[in-house]
């Protein structure tokens, strides 16, 4: 049975991880095993939780209780459930958006490589892409477009950042996904050649005198292939490009030279699906 606990106030400690934390807080880099990242909107708790983590405690408006909230309540066992009135819980920044429930959860122990890529064999490989929106989004293709793992330089937005989990539509609990390496001297050297141990040919996304076009026959009939995407602006850095097996590019018309790395990770993940 959910403990239902009402909140006068948004400063009440209880309810810190919600309004108070720095994602760099919730995170907890020096103790991992305390990190928290928080879930918004039905739908996305309810994925998470059928990926089998944790919930620590749930926020709602009152009349959630005993509406859309009814079932998570019903179904996240003995946790604290903080809720209020809609003019107090509006003063959470985005919480207007959310559908009006969030839920703290346990941040999962990440896997290796080696693991998920195992019998992977199309993955994504994100070079110090930041920007959380793109990360969410370039999660929601993979998961849509069959791409069988994600793989970050240590440099990338964190996937369980707020945002990233919103837009990604909690298809990052679906897509199975790791760093590689904790630290700017695992990539990219390090990190292509555990990938290349694991038998991937590596395709960098990039615009230079020797890509090949995207729908390239080495590339489309690869056996295990690993896309490799850029940051935003700069793309990807010329050492990662020198070390991968082969540097691609989606042709472009009107004299537009590339589309934003989302767009583009779409447009990829698509032609170089298994067929």
């Not at 990539?187 to 960098?204: C, D, I, M, V, Y």
Request: neutral net charge; proline residues 4%.
């Amino acid at each position: 049975m959910a403990q239902i606990i009402e909140l006068t106030s948004l400063h009440d400690p209880a309810v810190a991880a919600y309004a108070q934390l720095t994602e760099a807080q919730l995170r907890s880099r020096l103790e991992p095993e305390l990190g928290v990242f928080i879930a918004e909107s039905p739908k996305v708790i309810v994925t998470a939780l059928d990926a089998g983590l944790r919930p620590l405690s749930l926020l709602m408006e009152r009349r959630h209780l005993t509406g859309q909230g009814a079932a998570l309540l019903a179904r996240c066992g003995d946790i604290p459930v903080y809720t209020g009135d809609r003019e107090l819980l509006a003063q959470l920044t985005g919480y207007t958006l959310t559908r009006g429930i969030l839920c703290a959860m346990a941040r999962p122990v990440l896997p290796r490589a080696e693991d998920i890529c195992r019998d992977a064999r199309r993955v994504a490989v994100l070079e110090g892409i930041v920007d959380s929106t793109n990360v969410g989004a370039i999660f929601r293709s993979a998961a849509a477009l069959g791409v069988d793992a994600v793989l970050l330089s240590p440099t990338c937005c964190d996937p369980l950042h707020r945002r990233v989990v919103r837009v990604s539509m909690g298809t990052v609990f679906q897509v199975p996904w790791t760093y590689l390496g904790s630290s700017a001297a695992d990539w990219p050297q390090a990190g292509l050649s555990r990938l290349h141990a694991l038998g991937f040919e590596t395709a960098a996304m990039a615009l230079t005198a020797r890509s090949c076009s995207i729908d390239d026959l080495r590339l489309r009939t690869a056996e295990k292939l690993a896309i490799v995407l850029g940051t935003e602006g700069d793309g990807l850095c010329h050492e990662t490009i020198a070390q991968c097996s082969y540097t691609a590019k989606i042709p472009m018309a009107h004299g537009v030279d590339s589309l934003n790395v989302a767009a583009a990770s779409a447009v990829a993940f698509w032609e170089l699906r298994v067929r």
